[in-house]
């Protein structure tokens, strides 16, 4: 007896694509993409953070650390952009380095500001602080470029900390000898030469240099945090720019990250009584009536994009009673990014219930697509921590523009104007997935 | 008067013709019966009246207009076999939708639902979705949902199919009114009896083409004969062939043609007796629909 069930559910899985698809290539759908998200196996240079750097001190020594952290090779320094209206490079300032930050271009901006020299290699803790303007969607990065700031400071301009300490020891414990100084005088040069990016830096941060290459980023990641946490050489401050608590901020991320993500299976469901119909016989008669297949599509599509607003709208509602996100201050971008994000979810259904010949076929093929879309795009994991390659990879998938435009309305509390790439790539999106739904169904009309 | 006519329709499905030259008339007020095995080519052309299939020859005429292949068909009505309805919808949500679809709208819908309703014996229920209704209210409904924008021609598929005997007459009754109206009903079945007894004129159809056409005594005087058949039982099976008879079963069940009853009948009792065998039953009668069908299609499956 149980000889005869096994055979019959063998031949069942034999004979059910479906069930094939979801018992094997989905889960090596899914191994393969976390893996390349967190396994740092996106190809290309990954995992370095890019840095916004002002010299606001304009010194041999801030010169230095400037050329320190340009030879880091976890990081991709910017010192100089484009000025708004015209296209020569300009050295940065504070406000475009904020700009900057503000835009999305860069997660992070280094200030070395005036009377660097002084406050560098001090152990009372006192001088002026290295600031950090960071953009508060990304935590991550302000840890890394402290920690890296730390190391390249000591390893750099190793000459700077004996000067210090040397001052410190004559205060305490009285001067040198004449002899001593002159040795002394000989020997930094020797110890700022070793020091040198391209000769000491290299060796001497080749571990984590190497590490940074090798594991994608989340070594050199580690490696920072950890001489963060060992060392406070540099005094640094961290100054969020975009005056927007983080919590709030990821919780606005994540309202619209599960929202699209569920909205594309409300989508693909309702969309699937399409095909309910068509078994029930309710379609054919339906077009046999004054209906066409245009014109069912297109109810279909408006009440899929209404349902789909509605769904996201109640996400942030909900997000904004419990979890205090702000909705309010946002309403016109999110109404915006939400129409657009809810129609093309909706054309995203369409086309896949009209692809889909059953709703075995439907449920099966959603899953694995939607959960792809999900790691993808964002909704699972938030894109800027992954890696420079995953994340260009993210932009194939309409909910990475739609997460996107999002994360400009409430975190980069961008003007409307700014939503127009992103509303512009789901427009696309959208007309592609209604043309495919539209030639899909063709085979639904008359034969 | 004919109010729909197809002329020669031919339709290939790749290799598979599945209607090689179809022609038929319905009349004003006439229900007739499209019978034929499966696959005989009865959906087709059902489906191709309806719209819904576009024909490689052919025509279609609609009260004396031909009908181009996407034109709005908005004096037919169609019925189909299969509950074609909206489960979470009330009968009265169904009927609104299904009347907009046709074209209804404001106090034409209401009249027009609130007649079905009445029409179906479904008024006490309108409110109820209909997945709690039994087969045989969804079987009325199905059909109401088809007729409400009152269409002269109604194309009936399988209208009984899977209902009890009471709810079988209650749709037949709901049909004769429209009838009674002068809409005309063309009926695809495969229950045989329903097509003897309700069917004015009966159109056989097989490998795609039409092989029988008319009343029922045409179709049995054209087929099997004008003459009666005899069935007896008999209390054991006789040890050889009884002579005009053609056994059935375990050979105590004897049946053949008697065409003068009144001379035929002794002949085969007196045959019996000189088989040394007795009768337990008799039956004489007409030769059935079922036997002009079988006549005419054969016995063996088609599937």
């Keep these: 007896?149980?000889?005869?069930?096994?055979?019959?559910?063998?031949?069942?899985?034999?004979?059910?694509?479906?069930?094939?698809?979801?018992?094997?290539?989905?889960?090596?759908?899914?191994?393969?993409?976390?893996?390349?998200?967190?396994?740092?196996?996106?190809?290309?240079?990954?995992?370095?953070?890019?840095?916004?750097?002002?010299?606001?001190?304009?010194?041999?020594?801030?010169?230095?650390?400037?050329?320190?952290?340009?030879?880091?090779?976890?990081?991709?320094?910017?010192?100089?952009?484009?000025?708004?209206?015209?296209?020569?490079?300009?050295?940065?300032?504070?406000?475009?380095?904020?700009?900057?930050?503000?835009?999305?271009?860069?997660?992070?901006?280094?200030?070395?500001?005036?009377?660097?020299?002084?406050?560098?290699?001090?152990?009372?803790?006192?001088?002026?602080?290295?600031?950090?303007?960071?953009?508060?969607?990304?935590?991550?990065?302000?840890?890394?470029?402290?920690?890296?700031?730390?190391?390249?400071?000591?390893?750099?301009?190793?000459?700077?900390?004996?000067?210090?300490?040397?001052?410190?020891?004559?205060?305490?414990?009285?001067?040198?000898?004449?002899?001593?100084?002159?040795?002394?005088?000989?020997?930094?040069?020797?110890?700022?030469?070793?020091?040198?990016?391209?000769?000491?830096?290299?060796?001497?941060?080749?571990?984590?240099?190497?590490?940074?290459?090798?594991?994608?980023?989340?070594?050199?990641?580690?490696?920072?945090?950890?001489?963060?946490?060992?060392?406070?050489?540099?005094?640094?401050?961290?100054?969020?720019?975009?005056?927007?608590?983080?919590?709030?901020?990821?919780?606005?991320?994540?309202?619209?990250?599960?929202?699209?993500?569920?909205?594309?299976?409300?989508?693909?469901?309702?969309?699937?009584?399409?095909?309910?119909?068509?078994?029930?016989?309710?379609?054919?008669?339906?077009?046999?009536?004054?209906?066409?297949?245009?014109?069912?599509?297109?109810?279909?599509?408006?009440?899929?994009?209404?349902?789909?607003?509605?769904?996201?709208?109640?996400?942030?509602?909900?997000?904004?009673?419990?979890?205090?996100?702000?909705?309010?201050?946002?309403?016109?971008?999110?109404?915006?990014?939400?129409?657009?994000?809810?129609?093309?979810?909706?054309?995203?259904?369409?086309?896949?219930?009209?692809?889909?010949?059953?709703?075995?076929?439907?449920?099966?093929?959603?899953?694995?697509?939607?959960?792809?879309?999900?790691?993808?795009?964002?909704?699972?994991?938030?894109?800027?921590?992954?890696?420079?390659?995953?994340?260009?990879?993210?932009?194939?998938?309409?909910?990475?523009?739609?997460?996107?435009?999002?994360?400009?309305?409430?975190?980069?509390?961008?003007?409307?104007a700014d939503l127009l790439p992103q509303v512009g790539m789901l427009a696309g999106f959208m007309v592609v997935f209604l043309v495919l739904a539209r030639l899909f169904a063709r085979r639904w009309e008359r034969v | 008067m004919t109010v729909l006519r197809v002329e020669n329709a031919k339709k290939a499905f790749g290799a598979t013709q599945a209607l090689c030259g179809v022609s038929l008339e319905l009349g004003k007020g006439e229900l007739l019966g499209l019978l034929g095995p499966n696959g005989a080519g009865k959906t087709t052309l059902v489906r191709a009246l309806a719209g819904r299939v576009r024909l490689d020859g052919g025509t279609i005429e609609l009260f004396g207009r031909r009908l181009s292949e996407t034109e709005t068909r908005d004096g037919l009505g169609v019925v189909p076999q299969e509950i074609a309805l909206y489960p979470l919808l009330t009968a009265r949500e169904n009927l609104e939708a299904f009347g907009s679809f046709n074209g209804l709208r404001g106090s034409a819908l209401r009249d027009r639902v609130a007649w079905a309703l009445e029409w179906t014996g479904l008024s006490e229920r309108a409110r109820e979705p209909i997945r709690r209704f039994s087969g045989g209210m969804r079987r009325r409904l199905n059909i109401a949902c088809g007729v409400l924008h009152e269409p002269r021609v109604i194309l009936l598929d399988e209208p009984t199919v899977g209902v009890d005997p009471q709810s079988r007459e209650r749709i037949y009754e709901m049909l004769d009114r429209l009838r009674a109206n002068g809409v005309s009903l063309l009926l695809t079945t495969h229950q045989l009896d329903e097509a003897e007894a309700r069917c004015e004129r009966i159109v056989i159809v097989d490998r795609g083409r039409v092989i029988a056409a008319g009343t029922l005594g045409e179709l049995v005087r054209d087929t099997v004969g004008g003459g009666r058949v005899v069935t007896v039982k008999l209390d054991r099976a006789p040890a050889a062939p009884i002579e005009g008879l053609a056994s059935e079963g375990d050979g105590t069940i004897w049946r053949g043609p008697v065409h003068d009853v009144d001379v035929d009948l002794a002949a085969v009792l007196r045959r019996i007796a000189a088989a040394g065998r007795s009768v337990v039953d008799l039956e004489v009668r007409q030769p059935s629909l079922q036997s002009v069908f079988l006549h005419l299609t054969g016995r063996e499956l088609r599937e």
């Design chain 1, 1 to 416: 007896m149980i000889r005869t069930l096994l055979r019959i559910h063998w031949t069942n899985l034999r004979r059910d694509r479906v069930a094939q698809l979801l018992t094997f290539v989905v889960p090596m759908a899914f191994f393969t993409i976390f893996a390349l998200i967190f396994g740092g196996r996106g190809g290309g240079v990954t995992g370095r953070v890019h840095l916004a750097v002002v010299d606001e001190s304009h010194t041999a020594t801030s010169q230095r650390l400037v050329q320190a952290l340009q030879a880091e090779k976890s990081l991709v320094v910017l010192t100089q952009a484009r000025t708004p209206h015209d296209t020569t490079r300009v050295p940065l300032d504070r406000a475009r380095a904020e700009q900057l930050v503000r835009e999305g271009r860069v997660p992070i901006a280094l200030v070395l500001p005036a009377g660097l020299d002084t406050s560098l290699a001090r152990f009372d803790g006192g001088g002026v602080p290295i600031q950090l303007l960071s953009d508060p969607s990304d935590p991550i990065a302000p840890q890394v470029v402290g920690g890296l700031l730390q190391k390249i400071v000591m390893s750099a301009m190793p000459d700077l900390f004996v000067k210090s300490g040397i001052g410190q020891f004559e205060r305490y414990a009285g001067g040198l000898t004449p002899k001593q100084r002159t040795a002394l005088d000989q020997w930094l040069p020797m110890l700022q030469a070793q020091a040198e990016p391209e000769s000491t830096l290299a060796r001497a941060g080749g571990a984590s240099a190497t590490a940074a290459g090798d594991s994608a980023g989340a070594g050199a990641r580690e490696d920072s945090t950890r001489a963060a946490a060992m060392s406070g050489l540099a005094k640094v401050e961290v100054v969020p720019v975009l005056g927007r608590k983080q919590d709030t901020s990821m919780i606005s991320f994540y309202a619209a990250a599960i929202a699209v993500m569920f909205l594309l299976f409300t989508a693909s469901a309702v969309a699937g009584t399409l095909l309910d119909e068509v078994d029930s016989g309710t379609l054919e008669r339906v077009l046999s009536t004054r209906v066409g297949m245009t014109g069912l599509l297109t109810g279909k599509w408006i009440w899929l994009t209404l349902l789909g607003m509605l769904q996201i709208t109640v996400m942030f509602v909900y997000g904004m009673l419990v979890f205090r996100l702000d909705l309010l201050h946002h309403l016109p971008g999110f109404a915006v990014m939400t129409l657009f994000t809810a129609a093309t979810a909706a054309a995203f259904g369409l086309f896949l219930a009209s692809m889909c010949r059953t709703r075995a076929q439907l449920g099966g093929i959603s899953l694995l697509i939607i959960l792809v879309m999900s790691a993808l795009g964002g909704s699972m994991f938030p894109r800027i921590f992954m890696t420079e390659a995953m994340q260009k990879a993210g932009l194939v998938t309409f909910n990475a523009w739609a997460l996107d435009g999002y994360v400009k309305v409430f975190w980069r509390e961008a003007p409307l």
